[in-house]
């Protein structure tokens, strides 16, 4: 019976269509998490667990069942000799551009990336056998409690958790029969069956790494490894347990050399303490923060597909950030279970993976979630600082594009991992945190010094044309043409130069706020030096560059950008903004989806939201939860459905298509990047009934909404900082009485409302 339920259940999450249903409130429902009715077999199909520092992921059939283990800052950190050579340098680089010298830039710059190292690495995995008639049934996630339950024929169950406050993680199972307990350390020292390779998604086994075998320990009652890794590093695994009469409750965590100097005696302390505070405590503590996190945030939506995408999302962003962690790789906490380097190298991608896995940390209301991230960039400035100066020769900020932990340039194609203007992309985010937080000590101490910075390298990399107009001498569009020679431009591309203009322009903007005149002017001056973007005479869509149409379908929208995220072009704007909008779109309509990557379609889902065309953003999502997810929603890049939305088959997983995707919906709820918060302003016309809670606007306004029937019916505003709050008509002529401030306040401005706000102050518009 209980397989036959859970088979409806799986059924009826995966159904479209609309459901017109708008609770009071909302939260994650046991039908938004993933309820399993034939084992997950494989590593990419588990259920997550995450603290942002700590990973889980479990799967198997319990013959064994699985938990494989992750810490976010388990790296092999070697260094690239090659960019250590004389001939490695950005006059050099644009001589060999200039000379066609294709092989010798692929020589230094990208096979590098082929190496095993450095890379992200695992942890290894504890597996747990059951007494052979204990056969599988069914395993489920609990998004709201961060649970996993593995439930067997005989009444056994499995409870797996990663503790939301404390850096441990929690095994509880429920059974009078014996299990059988393994703790297996990575096959770092076993044989090579694949060597790294340029070219390759994933560099090859874990054993090229060719470190030694690790140092084994095991007790009555605890079971541990120390793996000593590359250059002295090395990390400690440990797992404790207790037999009880009714089961066995075990805790196992991980620890590195950079914590302790004896790892595997600090992590055993670790586990061992936490043990004595009994499953009940650690429990109650977990569920508490996840309560928390809940609380902030809901939505309803009426296509099931999408909203339970989104608490999914939600719940993973939740997993794998922290305010003191490191920030999200390809794949956050979950690194590969497969014996092989991750996919990748489970790296940090600065030109479009970081970017959006912390899209929906802004509407979302998640900042604290991305202050990991801001913080990183910010602690390993330094870094980018001395690789601008021995690379490009020049004063100011650029980051490299592909990344270690330590922000070290790690290789690949040229074009795109030495770009000028990866540091403006993500300057971006350090401008998202200031407008959603209004926190004026960061603006002062971190926003405007990072765009200050990107903007002085910015001046000094463009060089002025006979014309007075500045350009790159090497200029380039992620990815188009991949890492041909042709991938270079003979103009200024668009991701470049929206890039270059955008950083200019705010870099003047938070110069004026913090009242330096000169520095504003400054800028102001260089920006009226930039060329403008290139544009289509005829039908008015972004080019890639001048005279240069984006050629065929292609997975990255980078000569997009303009429009999506940095909302230089506006729908607010009028006629000429719109026709930019709209023939974009078309082109990309015209040239299909046979090269996107499920990221594409998340992306597409905040352009389209920005054109305010819902059916559109609602199509784009459906259809990357349905062809590009895995069954535990994990974004594998390629079309899994078999129905032709890509001829990417491939299942790589990687996070930033799923955080995307959660971004993309809150863009149909919400938006304020254009200084006015409007509500639903991107929603299909069937979805009579919509509601959000706690989203967060432009200037830290806390938003929930109702929409019923069509209309919207209620608007509260909570002004965390205060200040002018521009809110766009919801109510048309019906009116709208309001609480929580004086009617006459309230100033209509054309088909907005204006209201000057007090810290704290609270406001809600109802529909008359």
Same mark, same amino acid.
């Given at each position: 019976?209980?397989?036959?339920?859970?088979?409806?259940?799986?059924?009826?999450?995966?159904?479209?269509?609309?459901?017109?249903?708008?609770?009071?409130?909302?939260?994650?429902?046991?039908?938004?998490?993933?309820?399993?009715?034939?084992?997950?077999?494989?590593?990419?199909?588990?259920?997550?667990?995450?603290?942002?520092?700590?990973?889980?992921?479990?799967?198997?059939?319990?013959?064994?069942?699985?938990?494989?283990?992750?810490?976010?800052?388990?790296?092999?950190?070697?260094?690239?000799?090659?960019?250590?050579?004389?001939?490695?340098?950005?006059?050099?680089?644009?001589?060999?551009?200039?000379?066609?010298?294709?092989?010798?830039?692929?020589?230094?710059?990208?096979?590098?990336?082929?190496? #095993?190292? #450095?890379?992200?690495?695992?942890?290894?995995?504890?597996?747990?056998?059951?007494?052979?008639?204990?056969?599988?049934?069914?395993?489920?996630?609990?998004? =709201?409690?961060?649970? =996993?339950?593995?439930?067997?024929?005989?009444?056994?169950?499995?409870?797996?958790?990663?503790? &939301?406050?404390?850096?441990?993680?929690?095994?509880?199972?429920?059974?009078?029969?014996?299990?059988?307990?393994?703790?297996?350390? #990575?096959?770092?020292?076993?044989?090579?069956?694949?060597?790294? @390779?340029?070219?390759?998604?994933? =560099?090859?086994?874990?054993?090229?790494?060719?470190?030694?075998?690790?140092?084994?320990?095991?007790?009555?009652?605890?079971?541990?490894?120390?793996?000593?890794?590359?250059?002295?590093?090395?990390?400690?695994?440990?797992?404790?347990?207790?037999?009880?009469?009714?089961?066995?409750?075990?805790?196992?965590?991980?620890?590195?050399?950079?914590?302790?100097?004896?790892?595997?005696?600090?992590?055993?302390?670790?586990?061992?303490?936490?043990?004595?505070?009994?499953?009940?405590?650690?429990?109650?503590?977990?569920?508490?923060?996840?309560?928390?996190?809940?609380?902030?945030?809901?939505?309803?939506?009426?296509?099931?597909?999408?909203?339970?995408?989104?608490?999914?999302?939600?719940?993973?962003?939740? &997993?794998?950030?922290?305010?003191?962690?490191?920030?999200?790789?390809?794949?956050?906490?979950?690194?590969?279970?497969?014996?092989?380097?991750?996919?990748?190298?489970?790296?940090?991608?600065?030109?479009?993976?970081?970017?959006?896995?912390?899209?929906?940390?802004?509407?979302?209301?998640?900042?604290?979630?991305?202050?990991?991230?801001?913080?990183?960039?910010?602690?390993?400035?330094?870094?980018?600082?001395?690789?601008?100066?021995?690379?490009?020769?020049?004063?100011?900020?650029?980051?490299?594009?592909?990344?270690?932990?330590?922000?070290?340039?790690?290789?690949?194609?040229?074009?795109?991992?030495?770009?000028?203007?990866?540091?403006?992309?993500? &300057?971006?985010?350090?401008?998202?945190?200031?407008?959603?937080?209004?926190?004026?000590?960061?603006?002062?101490?971190?926003?405007?010094?990072?765009?200050?910075?990107?903007?002085?390298?910015?001046?000094?990399?463009?060089?002025?044309?006979?014309?007075?107009?500045?350009?790159?001498?090497?200029?380039?569009?992620?990815?188009?043409?991949?890492?041909?020679?042709?991938?270079?431009?003979?103009?200024?591309?668009?991701?470049?130069?929206?890039?270059?203009?955008?950083?200019?322009?705010?870099?003047?903007?938070?110069?004026?706020?913090?009242?330096?005149?000169?520095?504003?002017?400054?800028?102001?001056?260089?920006?009226?030096?930039?060329?403008?973007?290139?544009?289509?005479?005829?039908?008015?869509?972004?080019?890639?560059?001048?005279?240069?149409?984006?050629?065929?379908?292609?997975?990255?929208?980078?000569?997009?950008?303009?429009?999506?995220?940095?909302?230089?072009?506006?729908?607010?704007?009028?006629?000429?903004?719109?026709?930019?909008?709209?023939?974009?779109?078309?082109?990309?309509?015209?040239?299909?989806?046979?090269?996107?990557?499920?990221?594409?379609?998340?992306?597409?889902?905040?352009?389209?939201?920005?054109?305010?065309?819902?059916?559109?953003?609602?199509?784009?999502?459906?259809?990357?939860?349905?062809?590009?997810?895995?069954?535990?929603?994990?974004?594998?890049?390629?079309?899994?459905?078999?129905? @032709?939305?890509?001829?990417?088959?491939?299942?790589?997983?990687?996070?930033?298509?799923?955080?995307?995707?959660?971004?993309?919906?809150?863009?149909?709820?919400?938006?304020?990047?254009?200084?006015?918060?409007?509500?639903?302003?991107?929603?299909?016309?069937?979805?009579?009934?919509?509601?959000?809670?706690?989203?967060?606007?432009? @200037?830290?306004?806390?938003?929930?909404?109702?929409?019923?029937?069509?209309?919207?019916?209620?608007?509260?505003?909570?002004?965390?900082?205060?200040?002018?709050?521009?809110?766009?008509?919801?109510?048309?002529?019906?009116?709208?009485?309001?609480?929580?401030?004086?009617?006459?306040?309230?100033?209509?401005?054309?088909?907005?409302?204006?209201?000057?706000?007090?810290?704290?102050?609270?406001?809600?518009?109802?529909?008359?």
């Amino acid at each position: 019976m209980r397989r036959r339920m859970m088979a409806s259940l799986i059924l009826l999450s995966g159904v479209g269509g609309i459901v017109s249903r708008c609770p009071a409130d909302a939260g994650p429902r046991r039908e938004h998490g993933l309820h399993y009715a034939e084992p997950a077999l494989v590593w990419d199909e588990a259920m997550p667990l995450g603290n942002g520092l700590l990973g889980a992921l479990v799967w198997g059939d319990g013959r064994p069942l699985r938990i494989s283990l992750d810490r976010t800052d388990l790296w092999d950190l070697r260094p690239v000799p090659e960019f250590r050579s004389a001939d490695y340098s950005y006059r050099t680089m644009r001589q060999w551009v200039k000379e066609g010298r294709i092989q010798d830039l692929h020589r230094l710059y990208d096979d590098p990336y082929g190496n #095993p190292g #450095p890379t992200k690495i695992p942890a290894g995995r504890i597996e747990l056998t059951f007494d052979g008639d204990c056969a599988f049934e069914d395993a489920s996630l609990d998004l =709201a409690k961060a649970s =996993a339950e593995v439930r067997f024929g005989d009444g056994a169950i499995a409870r797996v958790l990663v503790h &939301a406050g404390r850096q441990i993680g929690v095994i509880q199972i429920a059974s009078r029969k014996p299990v059988s307990i393994r703790l297996i350390a #990575p096959p770092f020292a076993g044989e090579v069956t694949e060597e790294a @390779g340029a070219g390759k998604i994933s =560099a090859g086994d874990l054993a090229t790494l060719r470190y030694e075998a690790p140092l084994e320990q095991r007790g009555d009652n605890w079971a541990a490894y120390l793996q000593k890794g590359w250059g002295g590093f090395s990390f400690a695994v440990v797992l404790v347990w207790r037999q009880f009469e009714s089961g066995w409750l075990g805790v196992w965590s991980i620890s590195t050399s950079k914590e302790s100097i004896d790892p595997l005696a600090a992590v055993r302390e670790r586990c061992e303490t936490a043990l004595e505070r009994g499953f009940g405590m650690l429990v109650q503590e977990h569920e508490r923060w996840w309560a928390s996190y809940w609380d902030r945030v809901s939505v309803s939506v009426p296509n099931p597909v999408i909203e339970r995408q989104w608490y999914l999302e939600t719940y993973k962003f939740g &997993a794998a950030t922290r305010p003191d962690t490191p920030p999200i790789t390809l794949q956050g906490p979950w690194t590969a279970d497969d014996m092989k380097i991750p996919p990748w190298k489970g790296d940090y991608h600065h030109d479009l993976n970081t970017q959006l896995s912390y899209w929906p940390a802004y509407s979302g209301n998640r900042l604290d979630g991305a202050r990991g991230y801001v913080r990183w960039l910010w602690e390993t400035r330094e870094t980018s600082r001395e690789w601008t100066k021995r690379f490009f020769g020049l004063p100011g900020l650029n980051v490299p594009m592909t990344a270690d932990l330590e922000q070290n340039q790690i290789g690949g194609w040229h074009q795109y991992t030495h770009s000028a203007t990866t540091a403006a992309w993500l &300057a971006h985010h350090f401008w998202l945190h200031w407008r959603y937080s209004m926190d004026r000590q960061f603006l002062r101490e971190r926003a405007y010094p990072w765009l200050k910075s990107t903007a002085v390298f910015l001046e000094a990399v463009t060089e002025k044309g006979p014309d007075g107009k500045r350009a790159l001498p090497l200029s380039s569009s992620p990815e188009i043409n991949d890492n041909r020679l042709e991938a270079w431009f003979r103009s200024i591309t668009n991701y470049d130069l929206a890039l270059i203009r955008w950083t200019f322009e705010r870099t003047a903007e938070l110069a004026e706020l913090l009242g330096e005149q000169g520095g504003a002017d400054r800028w102001r001056t260089v920006l009226s030096e930039m060329p403008d973007l290139a544009i289509d005479s005829k039908d008015g869509r972004l080019l890639v560059a001048k005279d240069y149409p984006l050629p065929a379908s292609h997975r990255h929208f980078s000569h997009l950008m303009a429009i999506h995220p940095l909302g230089m072009i506006r729908w607010e704007n009028g006629d000429r903004d719109r026709t930019i909008i709209k023939a974009s779109l078309a082109d990309l309509d015209k040239l299909g989806t046979k090269q996107w990557c499920g990221y594409s379609f998340s992306w597409l889902a905040s352009l389209a939201a920005r054109a305010r065309d819902g059916e559109k953003a609602e199509r784009a999502l459906e259809i990357f939860s349905r062809a590009f997810c895995l069954r535990n929603g994990f974004h594998c890049n390629g079309d899994q459905s078999g129905k @032709g939305y890509s001829d990417f088959r491939y299942r790589p997983f990687t996070l930033e298509g799923n955080f995307a995707a959660a971004a993309g919906l809150q863009e149909m709820l919400l938006q304020s990047y254009s200084g006015t918060i409007r509500l639903f302003p991107a929603v299909p016309a069937s979805w009579h009934d919509v509601f959000f809670k706690g989203l967060r606007a432009e @200037g830290a306004f806390v938003v929930s909404a109702r929409r019923e029937a069509g209309r919207v019916r209620s608007v509260e505003i909570v002004a965390e900082a205060g200040g002018p709050l521009r809110l766009e008509n919801p109510f048309g002529e019906d009116g709208y009485s309001l609480t929580g401030a004086e009617p006459a306040s309230v100033k209509a401005f054309g088909q907005d409302l204006f209201l000057e706000t007090l810290p704290g102050q609270k406001v809600t518009f109802s529909r008359k």
